[in-house]
């Protein structure tokens, strides 16, 4: 008959205690006995989940636009044109009232004819040698002063008016005939329809998936939709200091021009790489319960996978209003457990509530 000491006994009961607790460690993950746990999902992909991926929303601009002002001060006697009128370039748009600088211009020609006068007098003395040349310079330097004084006149008068710069369309009008305006005061804006750009912001975290063989397809609510292509013209190298996004830019068509600056279109963005490489850039917002802590402090999330929850380590390193921001580890079509994750463990049967 074996025998066992108090000694003996107490270094069993540690040997087993330590044995249970080594199984209940190693199998702490492992699926229960129990049926399916009843769990809520929000899968990655779904607006209800707050995905980034392809499609943007898209402001149209002018790519060529010009806001057009007098150089020289005065009151407005004339607008020929209103807002949304074409015109051409060269076009006459606005005239300030220019009596007083047609008189100045009349007074520098007239002291240009007089100096020519005296130059050509003066020159046959020179020519004889019978002018000193102190008075021959003289007469060189008002000749000089004379001919600058009458082109900046002349440039007075034309200045008076300002003309259309390109063809297009008056898009604002600043200013209203009889209002007094200083030099460089906006008075219209004309705007070539024929080139126009559509904005969108882009994450930090996207934006160098934008190269210059990026194209877009953008959608208006005009007459029934209309889509037009795009191709990638610009693209911003300073972030938003308050959204921490880059502004890219697409040269677009308009057909018609059906489209006009200030107009919000979807951009569907093409070319972006492979769908791996999408979806490492996908950035979801989750409710915060969701995403857990390990002991060795790394992030994961439980999802629905072939009827089993299967455990995911993620980067989620910001908060929104909305929730939990994840950088990375989940691809589209994810079930991520949202409600009930706390009771599955790996492999761990579930059902999923609708």
Known sequence: MTRFNNSSCIAMSGVLGLTMLLTGCSNKDKPTAQGPIRVNVEVVGNTAIGTSGQEFSGTVEAADASTVSFSVPGTISKIYVEEGQKVSKGQKLAQIKSESLINSRNIARA??????????????????????????????????Q??????????????????????????????????????????????????????????????????????????????????????????GVEADPLTRSYAVKFDIENPGDKIMPGMIGSVSVEGLGSEESASAHIEITLPSQAVLLSSDNSQFVWIVKDGKAQRKTVVADELSASGVIVKSGLVQGDSVIVAGMHKVGSGTPVTVIQ
């Open 146 to 235: 004379a001919e600058n004084a009458a082109a900046l006149a002349d440039r007075a008068v034309g200045d008076a008016s300002i003309y259309s710069p390109l063809n297009g369309y008056v898009a604002q009008k600043f200013a209203n005939e009889g209002q007094t305006v200083v030099p460089a005061e906006p008075i219209l804006k004309v705007v070539n329809l024929n080139k126009l750009q559509v904005e969108i912001s882009v994450p930090e975290n996207e934006i160098s998936l934008f190269g210059p063989e990026i194209t877009a397809r953008v959608t208006f609510d005009v007459e029934d939709k209309m889509t037009v292509t795009g191709k990638i013209s610009r693209k």
């Open 111 to 144: 002291e240009l004819d007089e100096a020519r006068d005296a130059y050509q007098r003066l020159k046959k003395l020179h020519d004889a040698n019978a002018l000193p040349d102190i008075k021959w310079v003289e007469i060189q330097s008002k000749l000089k």
